[in-house]
């Protein structure tokens, strides 16, 4: 069992290289493919400094957004499994062999981490209230009880993310992806997991902004392929 580990990079310099350190540790057989979304703060630098054989790195010469970058390193990805791991150390890498559990054990067929589930750290009221409600209207929608659709921690097997015809380009990859497993009726368990969220002066990019986007994209996949 290999899990692929796909990092999409946009102006990570900070911490693209303990995230690197932190996911090489995982004692779990695994590939870790790096896609950087034409950063420029420096993140492409440390990148071409990389040595290690675990890790494959690939540029995008324009920036495309986040859900661009996974579909790039999907393609790239030759694990059975699959994770989606930011890079600015919110999420924690040693919890992928607890995420990964109930796939290995037939419990489930995609497996999220609940971030409301477990421990939080730093997450403002409006991103508290932000992701709620994306995950309310996520399960008025498709019927479903899930605690946080917005987590980057999504794992499933390889080709149950491959035979899924993804759009979105920027952060509305979640929600998408999300109402698609839900339409093919996967099952998705959710996972206790830690999270440490950042501030916006510390690099953070998405905002309230981006729940209206979210919001149409759950609507509309509710609907059509």
């Known amino acids: 069992m290999r899990l692929s580990v796909i990092i999409p990079v946009y102006n990570e310099c900070a911490t693209i290289a303990e995230l690197l350190r932190q996911v090489e540790e995982v004692p779990i057989e695994k590939e870790i493919i790096v896609v950087d979304d034409c950063s420029a703060d420096g993140s492409r630098e440390v990148l071409q400094q990389v040595q290690s054989s675990l890790v494959r790195v690939f540029y995008h010469e324009r920036n495309q957004g986040k859900g661009a970058a996974v579909r790039t390193g999907l393609e790239q990805a030759r694990g059975e499994y699959v994770i989606i ?9 040693r919890e992928y062999p607890k995420l990964l559990a109930p796939l290995l054990q037939g419990e489930a067929d995609v497996v999220y981490g609940s971030r409301f589930k477990g421990e939080i750290r730093q997450m403002t009221l409006v991103q508290r209230i932000g992701n709620r409600f994306l995950t309310i209207v996520t399960n008025v929608l498709y019927g479903t009880t899930l605690t946080d659709m917005e987590t980057c921690y999504k794992v499933m097997p390889r080709q149950v993310l491959a035979g ?19 339409r093919r009726g996967y099952r998705i368990k959710e996972i206790p997991i830690r999270y440490t969220a950042r501030a916006t002066a510390e690099g953070k990019k998405i905002s309230w902004t981006h729940g209206f986007p979210a919001v149409w994209c759950l609507i509309k996949y509710r609907f059509v392929d």
């Open 164 to 182: 899924i015809r993804l759009r979105s380009r920027a952060f509305e990859f979640e929600p998408e992806v999300t109402a698609k497993l839900l």
């Open 85 to 93: 791991q930011d890079a600015d150390l919110e999420y924690d890498p």
